[in-house]
């Protein structure tokens, strides 16, 4: 570290359970890749974020391995994701969180890539805050994420209701939508329906009070 | 378009002078590569911006092209700039317009990415916001830009005042240069020191004004 500044994440998991190293070391490199690698709060990567497990096989049970290690795997996926969507939550000056799936993508690699895009997004996070259900914001990082899609095919949820099919625009209740996003949790959710890539990512809304904490913390 | 929300730029650039169509073109787009590219607000890139210029040869002038269009180039380019940096300075919010300056880097389009993302990085815009001379916040941006570097032998500079030498902090008075960083234009300077990319990228702080005008104008 080079300024006491920076923001870091220092995440330490610990186990009782006892697990063959390799197995563990591959199953939380799975299971960051689709928790904390798909946090957003602003961009602004940290140069020294870090994660470790440490198992001390204490509760002597057989040694868990790839071979039967599926239950210890969704576990661990489940913590890490617990975790993330925690970390999202306490963004700084974060009133919500925002969960966004991306499913029938090109690839896996173009769905986080457009998952991130949308959960980064300052004007997507500022709408967020305002509760508006601004659709176009979402869709226009989709047309600047150079991610494949067929703007026929395109379909985008907000709150979980429709608010576009097959690339139309469908008439919703604006207002009744606007007091649903004011949730703990806003989700959207874009399906391309041109492939079988899917991911999640979560970040948080964009507040005055983020600007606040971000520009006034020294004076 | 698809939603009349989205930020859209429209650039119209117009001259009397005859110039041959190839040359215009080439010279366009370099001045446009250095300006109009160089430009970030809130990273939200709109699908539908444009730039065109139009020449209707009315100065009677001798054909301007590659072989004597050096002036009508720096006169393009210092065009392009100027509209960038209003630009940028008009931004949703903006009080201040943020000059990035990077240069020594490995290559042009290295300069061009750290000057891009240090420009367009959430925790610097804030910091300008709050007059925060943190040289933190910009050097973590280059730790994460993937740009080749060699932290020995980085120079940092904020409002002309150097904070960084050979990768080293330097004592400054930190009340004096927060007071000289509320002038209506912040310029960092990042000097790599490695190589012989060179690029300027504009952008804006980021204030609660913005969050406000893009998560309340619905209401």
Redesign the interface.
């Known amino acids: 570290m080079?300024?006491p500044?920076?923001a870091t994440l220092l995440s330490f998991l610990t186990t009782d359970a006892k697990v063959e190293a390799g197995f563990l070391a591959r199953a939380l490199k799975a299971a960051v890749d689709d928790s904390f690698n798909m946090l957003t709060i602003?961009?602004?990567?940290?140069?020294n974020d870090m994660v470790s497990i440490m198992a001390n096989g204490r509760a002597d049970n057989d040694m868990i391995t790839a071979r039967n290690g599926r239950m210890f795997r969704e576990a661990l996926n489940r913590v890490c994701r617990y975790l993330a969507c925690s970390i999202a939550a306490d963004g700084e000056g974060a009133t919500r969180l925002i969960e966004v799936y991306v499913d029938g993508a090109k690839s896996r690699s173009q769905a986080r890539k457009v998952a991130r895009l949308i959960a980064?997004?300052?004007?997507v996070k500022?709408?967020?805050?305002?509760n508006?259900p601004?659709?176009?914001?979402v869709?226009?990082?989709l047309?600047?994420s150079g991610a494949d899609m067929d703007e026929g095919k395109l379909d985008v949820y907000l709150q979980g209701e429709q608010v576009m099919r097959s690339g139309s625009?469908l008439a919703f209740d604006k207002d009744k939508l606007s007091r649903r996003m004011k949730a703990d949790t806003v989700s959207i959710k874009v399906c391309l329906n041109i492939g079988t890539g899917i991911a999640i990512a979560w970040g948080c809304d964009?507040?005055?009070e983020?600007?606040?904490i971000?520009?006034?913390?020294?004076?």
């Not at 500022?126 to 305002?130: P, S």
């Open positions: 080079i300024h500044d920076l602003d961009g602004d990567t940290s140069t980064a997004s300052a004007l500022a709408a967020v805050h305002g508006d601004n659709w176009g914001r869709v226009a990082v047309g600047r625009p964009l507040s005055q983020y600007v606040t971000n520009s006034d913390y020294t004076t």
